[in-house]
């Protein structure tokens, strides 16, 4: 499918910003998107680079009433020779696919994704930061669009990609944070959207999250939704706990999201030798080694973090500093190794990073 590219005027252009100090973490976004539109007699068309603005929606579209809307997030990374790299962009394309499956909309060519992908960057490569720490965050999205009111799959859709300079996801930076333990609220139930990203998994986790941030923590960490009992994920990253030498993370059962930062730490740790599990942690499990000091460190994984450190964790009222409220060594010692690709300040051993310009 050939993809037209309408490039925005003069008048057309936004202010790019001067600070890369003070990006902050999805607040701004570049002159150009992409969209495509899909019905049920052409399938996908209309494939096409715009000028960035409003979409028009109408109030009846079915998004808007029954939720089918799924969405992506990934890094473009300027590397020290200027140029522009991507890491393991595929994976979240097959992820999306992944989540439209589940919300029973229309899968994406995962190749003509990434020719959009390529095309929107490099025409809006002058936004692409240079900062240490910074990146271009993309977010490909794809909403039901038909206007329809009765409860059934849509005949219409939009598929579309707008990127933007970002900062670091979280104002501690790499200093480690502080997460509660929710055992009343649940995100997702197995047999539910939890491995899907879609917005009603981000909608369910809001309350919780606001109640959480009131009383000083920066994530909550949920637990199993039948029994309250089993650590699954925090908000917006996938949790590890060392534990004595054994690092461990929950399984992909079907109400957490299949991360491909959880991918990458996983397939690294195993290299390095050290033993990996993918397995159900108890919460009791976890305030255990807390209590008797084997709860080596814990940390989250994320596009939006990468690595983020937990220096605390709270649970029924009782606070736990985890690796005496710094970063552990292992989870700096990934983050620097990630970090290190994604830039392409080492080499590659995974073929993960995509150089596009």
Known sequence: ??????????????????????????????????????????????????????????????????????????????????????????????????????????????????????????????????????SLYIRPTMIATEPHLGVRPANAYLFYIIIGPVGAYYKEGLNPVKIYVEDFFVRAAIGGTGEAKTSGNYAASLLAAEEAKKKGFTQVLWLDAAERKYVEEVGTMNMFFRIHDELITAPLNGSILPGVTRDSVIQIVKDWGIKMTERSLTIDEVISAARNGSLKEAFGAGTAAVISPVGQITYKGEDFIVAGGQMGELSHRLYDKIVAIQYRRKPDPYGWVVKIG
């Open 1 to 134: 499918m050939e993809i037209t590219v309408n490039q925005a005027t003069e008048d057309q252009r936004r202010t790019k910003p001067t600070d890369e100090s003070n990006l902050g973490f999805g607040d701004i976004v570049t002159d150009h998107m992409f969209k495509m539109d899909w019905g049920v007699e052409k399938g996908w068309h209309n494939a096409r680079i715009e000028p960035y603005g409003p979409i028009p929606i109408d109030p009846a579209a079915m998004v808007l009433h029954y939720g089918q809307e799924v969405f992506e997030g990934l890094k473009a990374y300027r590397g020290a020779d200027d140029g522009i790299s991507l890491f393991r962009p595929t994976e979240n394309f097959k992820r999306l696919n992944r989540s439209a499956r589940r919300l029973v909309m229309p899968e994406v060519d995962v190749d003509l994704a990434m020719e959009a992908l390529k095309k929107l960057l490099l025409l809006d490569r002058d936004w692409i930061p240079r900062s240490e720490g910074t």
